[in-house]
């Protein structure tokens, strides 16, 4: 048992035997110990949070001044200017036809009120068998129940299966690990027909399709074939099946474009977002609704059944709002996607290693997955724990890396997923580079290759 006051979690402290670096600061795509340690963060605060960098001075001075104005506010009798300033201004960020968005606290909570938004779509058209959601194997979706089930995140959605219902799954669409004897377009089809399948052996019983545009930390910057979301997105249209994207992890210019879908013409519905959204300086999160999506519930004359204390609250959308314009005025978009590219090149010249079996992602959210063979994908022995392994060696070089584990089937396979701020340099890429390749040989040394 640690001596910390903390309840060890599967995220937090999770090694009851281990003492844990203190934290003291950050600034920037720094991160400082107390003992003035510096590392560079590439995971973007675990995963994809931190978009503009830490220690943000605007964002500090704009919580401080929304703190004396106005934090919170009785919602049931007053709307708020801020927020509507915001929502607007998202909207904006957004593809066309999303006009209207609303907030809450997190990634979770975004795809869960997804879900309950497309529910009600449903049924303000009067389609009453509608309850099941279909999600794919490999994705996270966030870690209340129903989320986890649609996730079918193994590692995580295991232990509570008791407590699940009954949505449905496909399977991921995953090129460098389709099986051998298909091409890719035979691949494609093949997730195709079983998505048609599933729809077809449940009529009027599915109510949305939920998907990460890039599978996020299950799977490591996973993107599809390339027309898979397209050909997705037909049925689902044939079906009146509502499409959600999650894009906790790839919004707000994360892949280097504002929203992940927009790299592979996905339609989406509904989108969910969260992390990177106010850079971790609050819990945020968001849902933007297509217009489509609104139109019925609105002509039902219905409100959206949900609600809680801190849905759309001034200080929320005060540092939402900055952490946008922060992105806007600094073209960190624009920037992610020219520094991901360059690190994504930097990455590629470590395939010359013989356990980096693949480099893959967009922007600045990629991945490596390590292997034991090259040629067969056959993944390292799980009790081998390469990427933990890895991360313990970057970690005392100063690069704070997102080790991943269950690539393969859910259980077996190493990655690491990269997300770093999106203010990112090639100078800071190379650095990263250069100390990751140190680590991942020596770490394959240390483990016996
Ligand atoms: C793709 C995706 N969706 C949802 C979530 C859940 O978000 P949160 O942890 O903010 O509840 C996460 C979190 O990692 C995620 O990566």
Redesign the pocket.
């Known amino acids: 048992m640690s001596s910390y006051h903390v309840i060890n979690s599967q995220l937090i402290c999770a090694d009851y035997q281990k003492e844990y670096p203190m934290l003291a600061s950050g600034k920037g795509v720094y991160l400082y110990d107390t003992n003035g340690k510096e590392y560079i963060d590439t995971s973007g605060c675990t995963?994809?949070v931190l978009s503009i960098g830490h220690g943000v001075e605007e964002v500090a001075e704009v919580m401080g001044q929304q703190a004396r104005t106005l934090a919170v506010h009785p919602t049931h009798l007053f709307y708020n200017e801020t927020l509507e300033t915001y929502l607007a201004d998202l909207c904006d960020f957004a593809p066309d036809g999303f006009n209207k968005a609303w907030t809450i606290c997190?990634?979770?909570?975004?795809?869960e009120n997804a879900i309950k938004l497309a529910f009600q779509y449903h049924k303000a058209k009067g389609r009453s068998t509608r309850r099941r959601v279909v999600g794919r194997w490999g994705?996270?979706?966030?870690?209340s129940i129903t989320?986890l089930d649609v996730?079918g995140f193994k590692v995580r959605r295991d232990y509570y299966t008791a407590l699940m219902v009954d949505h449905l799954h496909v399977s991921a669409c995953f090129p460098y690990r389709k099986p051998e004897e298909l091409s890719m377009e035979e691949y494609e089809t093949s997730l195709v027909d079983e998505f048609r399948s599933t729809v077809e052996q449940h009529p009027d019983e599915i109510i949305c399709f939920v998907a990460?545009p890039l599978v996020?930390?299950a799977l490591g910057a996973v993107g599809p074939t390339e027309r898979y979301f397209e050909r997705i997105a037909e049925i689902c249209r044939e079906h009146d099946i509502l499409m959600v994207a999650?894009e906790?992890?790839?919004g707000l210019g994360r892949t280097g474009k504002p929203f992940g879908c927009e790299h592979f013409g996905v339609h989406a519905d509904i989108l969910?977002c969260?992390?990177g959204i106010s850079s971790g300086y609050l819990?945020l999160?968001a849902i933007l609704a297509h217009d489509r999506v609104l139109e019925p519930i609105h002509a039902s004359g219905e409100p959206f059944y949900s609600g809680q204390t801190y849905s759309c609250i001034p200080l929320a959308a005060a540092v939402g709002q900055t952490v946008l314009n922060y992105i806007k005025t600094h073209e960190l978009v624009e920037n992610t996607r020219r520094v991901g590219h360059y690190l994504k090149e930097q990455f590629r010249t470590l395939l010359d290693l013989p356990c980096v079996g693949d480099v893959r992602g967009e922007g600045l959210f990629l991945a490596l997955e390590f292997v034991q063979d090259k040629e067969t994908k056959e993944p390292i022995e799980p009790q081998r724990f390469f990427a933990r392994n890895l991360q313990s060696v970057a970690l005392e070089k100063g690069l704070v890396t997102y080790a991943c584990r269950g690539t393969v089937e859910g259980g077996r396979g190493d990655h690491m997923l990269f997300s770093p701020p999106m203010i990112l340099t090639t100078e800071q890429a190379d650095t990263i580079t250069s100390v990751l390749r140190e680590s991942i040989i020596e770490t394959w040394e240390q483990i016996g290759g």
Do not use: I, L, Q, R
């Open positions: 995963a994809a997190g990634g979770t909570e975004a795809v994705s996270y979706h966030g870690n989320t996730g990460e996020g930390a999650d906790v992890m790839t969910a969260a992390k819990p999160g």
